[in-house]
């Protein structure tokens, strides 16, 4: 991403977050609130950017008594608010490992393939999974997982949105963070406009402006061409989740948006900053 908009985009969020009195930190310097400030942007990034993560439950079948961490893979999407959501079947071993304990960790990893394995950065977000039945949701996480929507109704797979109470952030080496859950979610009070227009606003950009995403993914957020074509899943006070073939990808806003025509002023600078990249 842009620096000068990255950094815009965090000093906004530090702002969202004091007013919202969700802030942590507000005994400590101002270096330790500058801090948990990247931690809490760069951990939310993570969560939005993923598609897949480590599920750790609570083993509970005969063989493993006493109950001992088992962990898997998952494909993930996330709410409105940010919060992950699974698509689950019951006849997994995790989900039956939730129906008995559902406090569980879900690991999103960051790291890339080369150098350091390390050195970038991973959340894990601990709370518990419940069950959904939210249409919202569950259109969230199909246009995340297209592939999804052919077994989404079969009998035996639920939704599971993670209730967040807390998570543990790591960015390499000295950057560690605690963070509260709350600090993690978007609040969507202020955006009932927003949150009504997001089908039709995904719909449009994705059949009339698919030239305008790729321009965000290459020009702003440093994605190849050879990763299009690119498709938004999801748009939220924050931000956009935007898909590639084999990745997706988190722009957020320079400024928070409720309404849908904050969104499209928005969008118009956000074409005309990509475009000064050249």
Do not use: C
Request: aromatic fraction near 6%; hydrophobic fraction near 40%; glycine fraction near 8%.
């Amino acid at each position: 991403m842009d620096r000068e908009l990255k950094k815009n985009t965090r000093n906004d969020l530090k702002r969202s977050f004091a007013q919202a009195g969700t802030y942590g930190l507000k005994n400590r310097s101002e270096e330790e609130r500058v801090a948990y400030d990247e931690a809490v942007f760069s951990a939310k990034s993570l969560i939005r950017s993923g598609l897949k993560a480590a599920l750790a439950t609570f083993d509970l079948t005969p063989e493993s008594a006493p109950a001992t961490p088992y962990a898997s893979l998952v494909t993930t999407a996330t709410t409105l608010e940010g919060a992950p959501v699974l698509l689950i079947s019951s006849l997994a071993r995790h989900t039956k490992n939730i129906t008995a304990n559902p406090r569980v960790s879900l690991l999103f990893d960051g790291t890339g393939p080369s150098g350091d394995l390390l050195a970038g950065g991973r959340v894990t977000v601990i709370g518990s999974l419940k069950p959904t039945k939210d249409p919202v949701i569950e259109h969230r996480f199909i246009n995340r997982h297209r592939q999804s929507e052919g077994y989404a109704s079969f009998p035996d797979f639920s939704f599971y949105e993670q209730e967040v109470e807390s998570a543990h952030f790591i960015g390499g080496f000295g950057r560690i963070h605690d963070i509260d859950g709350p600090d993690l979610l978007v609040r969507l009070e202020d955006a009932q406009d927003l949150i009504a227009a997001e089908p039709g606003i995904i719909a449009h950009m994705n059949n009339e402006h698919t030239d305008t995403l790729a321009l965000f993914a290459t020009r702003l957020l440093g994605a190849s061409e050879q990763d299009g074509p690119w498709a938004m899943s999801g748009i939220d006070p924050e931000g956009i989740d935007i898909l590639g073939r084999m990745k997706a990808l988190r722009l957020v806003f320079p400024s928070r948006v409720s309404k849908p025509e904050e969104a499209q002023s928005i969008f118009k600078d956000l074409v005309t900053k990509a475009r000064e990249q050249d």
